[in-house]
């Protein structure tokens, strides 16, 4: 987790706050040209799908109760909330926000 993102997330909780942080890269590949190619018009569809698996997996095994994410694109969000939507069905409740700089 970059030192920007930690920052951020000490901003979100307080000191009575239950946090655990689990920050580790979603792909065990090196980077290069395997899966980059465009499939049904996405371009590297299978190095996408392969992070999306890899983060549910990473979710799944911790079971959270909720989830926080904290910078990157919206993509990001999609395992936490296919996750989350499974788990609580209707009473899911999702809240986007942007912090100060």
Known sequence: ????????LARLC???????TLARP?????????GLE????????AV???QLR????????????RITTVGGECSVSMAPFSYLINKH????AILLGRLPP
């Open 54 to 65: 890899s983060a549910l997996a990473i979710i799944q095994e911790h079971e959270p109760a």
């Open 14 to 20: 307080s000191k009575r706050c239950c946090l655990s």
């Open 38 to 45: 465009e499939r049904d018009g996405i371009e590297a569809k």
């Open 89 to 92: 069905g209707a009473d899911l």
């Open 26 to 34: 979603l792909s065990c590949l090196e980077m290069g040209d395997i």
């Open 48 to 50: 996408v799908l392969q």
């Open 1 to 8: 987790m970059s030192l920007g993102a930690a920052t951020r």
